[in-house]
Structure formats: C-alpha cells, structure tokens
C-alpha cells in the first residue's frame, strides 16, 4: 500500500500554503516520522508542536480529516509503509554541493510530487464545466504574468493550433483592453500560483464585471482570483523555495492547461485533428527548407 502513504505525504504537503503558522508546525512534525507522530496523544502532538490540543484538532480537519483520532489512523497506515526519511528529503531544496545527478533526481521527485498531487486534488467536475465554457465560447482570453505567464502562451497556442478564437496577454495594459471587451458567453483563463497577483487580476475583475465566465487555475483555492473565478482548478503548491519548488509549480500548471485542452479538444475530435493536421502542414515547408 505504498499508494496510500504517498497520497497522504501529498495530502500534507499541499494543504501547508494555506494552513496558518501553528497549523503547519503540526503538519511539519507529520511528515517528519508519521509512524512516530502516529503514536503520540493529541497533547504530546501539540506539546511537540508547539500549539494547543485545539489547534491540533482544527489542524486536523483542516487536512479532510473529521477529527484527530482519524488523522492519527491516517498516519499510523503512512508510517507502517512509508519510504525511510533520506528517501522523502530527496525533494528538497537543491544545495550548493549537490552533484549534478542529485540535483536532477532532486527536480524529477519535486516534479513527480507535484503532478501527483494536481491530479489528487483536481476538481474534474469544475474541469468539465471550465471546458464546455472554452468549447462553446466565441472568444476566449488568456491572462498571466512571469512564469505563469509562460503556461498561459503554452495554453493559448495549444488552443489556437485546434481553430479555435484564442488571445493570450501579459501585458496588464493589453489585458485590460480587451477584457473591457467581454461579454456574456466569452471566457478567461487566468494563471495565477498565488491568485493575488494585481495585473491578473484586475482584468479578471473587468471581464468578470463584463458578464464572462473565468476559469481559475491557482494553487490557492482561498485567494482573491479563485474568489472571483467561476470554475477553480487546483494546480500544486510549490513545497521548496528553490529550484525544484519553481519547476515543479510550472509544471503543475502545465498538467491543468493540458487536461483542459484535451478536454476541449475532445468535444470536437475530428475538428481537432483537421485543425492539428492544416497547422502542421502549414509548416511543414519551413522544416524542409531548414533541413537543406
């Protein structure tokens, strides 16, 4: 049952971003030994952590669990098949003297951690109703900045190559003006880790107050852009600080934006692979001339 330890270990990581400073020593003391942690009373676990027995139990329902003795079976089933420490600090940060086959396998564990975790938490009614909204709009927008910025391209020229009326901004200017353009029946797409990013958000305020539909896709089911959106997809919270954290929050991203490609691509299959097939052939001259 290696799954149901896993599952548990991204559960925890997960929920930390949003959980407040008291609630994440607990979590913390979790992850470190489930097995020994599995063992302690709510007291000793809160004397550990440094909190009261009801911040522990607030803690635990917090995490999906009704109450501390069932966090605590939860755990006590981690520990008795969960990988050895040296093992699940692999996914830290990548330091100074880390070989460059460490720093690789460090980034491929972050990574895996992070998709795994996506794919746990995804809401896939809210997908199903985010890629009906895409599928039937006349227009749809594409906002994100920085590294978000980078998946939201990704997601617009996925979109465009299968035909359909597609626009990315990253500029807050730009944004601005063509969300003051949306109406009823059109979409945004906003890409924001954090969901409290300004230049995000004022033209998912601007559409929003248009009479678009948004499609959030953030880590922060509780922040400003989720509050705003309409259909919340979850994409991981970054867990490192560095290197692995970062990529592994992109790719993340990356998974959500092409769940909800497929999935539009998928209401028009044949039309796709026209579009897909009229695309590739359009460059098709430019390779050849390149390979001469």
């Not at 548990?8 to 930390?16: G, M, N, Q, S």
């Not at 302690?40 to 952590?49: D, K, W």
């Not at 755990?75 to 990988?83: E, K, M, P, V």
């Not at 940060?93 to 895996?112: F, I, P």
Request: aromatic share 2%; glycine share 6%; proline share 3%.
């Amino acid at each position: 049952m290696k799954e149901a330890s896993t599952t548990l270990h991204e559960r925890l990581v997960a929920a930390r971003p949003s959980l407040t400073a008291a609630e994440q020593r607990i979590t913390a003391v979790l992850l470190h030994d489930p097995a020994a942690a599995a063992q302690l009373t709510i007291s000793a676990l809160a004397e550990r952590a440094g909190t009261s027995e009801a911040t522990v139990a607030r803690a635990a329902r917090s995490l999906g669990f009704s109450g501390y003795p069932e966090l605590r079976l939860a755990l006590a089933a981690a520990g008795a098949t969960s990988a050895p420490t040296a093992e699940l600090t692999l996914s830290g940060d990548v330091e100074r003297g880390d070989s460059l086959a460490t720093a690789v396998e460090k980034l491929v564990a972050a990574e895996t951690t992070a998709l795994r975790s996506t794919l746990a938490q995804l809401d896939l009614t809210a997908l199903a109703a985010a890629v009906a909204a895409v599928s039937t709009a006349p227009r749809v927008n594409v906002y994100g900045v920085g590294v978000s910025g980078l998946v939201a391209q990704d997601l617009w020229h996925k979109l465009m190559r299968i035909g359909r009326n597609c626009q990315v901004f990253d500029d807050v200017h730009l944004a601005l003006t063509s969300a003051a353009l949306l109406g009823p029946g059109d979409v945004v797409v906003a890409v924001s880790h954090s969901g409290e990013v300004i230049d995000v958000l004022e033209p998912v305020r601007l559409s929003k107050a248009g009479g678009a539909t948004v499609v959030a896709i953030t880590s922060q089911p509780k922040s400003s852009l989720a509050r705003l959106a309409d259909q919340v997809l979850q994409s991981a919270a970054r867990t490192e600080q560095l290197l692995p954290g970062a990529m592994a929050g992109r790719a993340s991203q990356l998974l959500v934006t092409d769940a909800l490609f497929v999935g539009v691509a998928q209401t028009d299959f044949d039309g796709a692979l026209r579009a897909m097939r009229a695309t590739t052939a359009a460059l098709d001259g430019r390779r050849r001339k390149e390979r001469r």
